[in-house]
């Protein structure tokens, strides 16, 4: 019986800059404004994303492992992206962030070259190997997890749409961040830290009335 060949599909680890990730997601904002029928529409759709890329999404159950609860995974060779569908909290802006994520993963961590090298080679009768990329706890993010989480920051919230939904609203009111979030399809946090990291507002002394961060305008 033939061994099975492992084929490298992750690129390496590199430091990837903000803005080369904010760059490639917006990118793939402008190319889905040119066809008419991925033409962004917020709140975005991550899944639609997704199948521009030719990526499927589903929700499935997802077996722990030892070292615990998977929250997504990326099966390369069959370009499918699962979402855990028990895990509760993944669902409404937590489920889109995680979509993104994944789809971050797959912009910038998945070799799309060695992925069609091992398609081939499974034509041809070869029996390839490939791990999934597999996603935990979206807690004290770093390395490729910060990478993919930043770059669904972006996606979901590019710069050019946070103008058009700051419109009119002070971003220094809790009613117009919330009323920005619903707009957005993201979470409050995920919307604060995005406008944070911008330079748009500043976060200050923890507010013991929401257990939310005071907010204040920079100007």
Request: proline share 5%.
């Amino acid at each position: 019986m033939p061994k099975s060949l492992t084929l490298p599909i992750f690129k390496p680890y590199r430091f990837i800059s903000k803005a080369e990730i904010e760059a490639k997601a917006t990118a793939i904002l402008q190319q889905m404004q040119q066809v008419p029928n991925y033409r962004p529409k917020w709140p975005l759709d991550a899944s639609r994303v997704a199948e521009f890329l030719g990526l499927d999404v589903v929700w499935d159950s997802i077996v722990s492992d030892e070292k615990g609860q998977i929250a997504a995974r990326i099966l390369p060779l069959e370009h499918l992206i699962e979402i855990n569908e028990d895990i509760p909290t993944l669902r409404s802006g937590f489920g889109e962030s995680t979509i993104a994520h994944e789809i971050g993963h797959w912009v910038l961590h998945i070799n799309p070259e060695a992925v069609k090298q091992a398609l081939h080679l499974e034509r041809l009768g070869r029996k390839i190997q490939v791990e999934p990329l597999l996603c935990r706890s979206q807690n004290n993010l770093e390395g490729i997890e910060w990478q993919a989480q930043y770059f669904a920051s972006c996606l979901l919230m590019p710069e050019y749409k946070l103008k058009e939904v700051s419109q009119g609203r002070n971003l220094s009111r809790w009613r117009h961040l919330y009323e920005m979030a619903a707009e957005l399809g993201v979470t409050i946090s995920n919307l604060i830290y995005r406008l944070k990291d911008m330079g748009w507002i500043d976060l200050s002394e923890h507010s013991y009335n929401n257990q939310l961060p005071t907010i204040k305008r920079l100007v």
